[in-house]
């Protein structure tokens, strides 16, 4: 792969790189690709954080409780054409 060689980064973006890598433990250039591929569109994801605090909670909904959940949503989700026109 080709190398890319940067120079007079300003101490205040080498700041926030070096933070980034540091909070995703990740090596400084992977960190700057990483950038790179967010501002050009490439990457749309970034690392999230994962949560377990609600997984006692899964799977605990009944069937009639689940039917009742998406019928109360379907009502949510009706569009009143009086409303857009």
Known sequence: MTAITLRNIPPKLQEVIRK???KEGLSLNKTVIHMLEEA???RTTTSRELHHDLDHLAGTWSDEEAAAFDAALAEQRRVDPE???
Do not use: I, Y
Request: net charge positive; no cysteine; glycine share 22%.
């Open 20 to 22: 980034r890598a540091g």
């Open 40 to 42: 050009a569109g490439e």
């Open 83 to 85: 409303l857009w026109r």
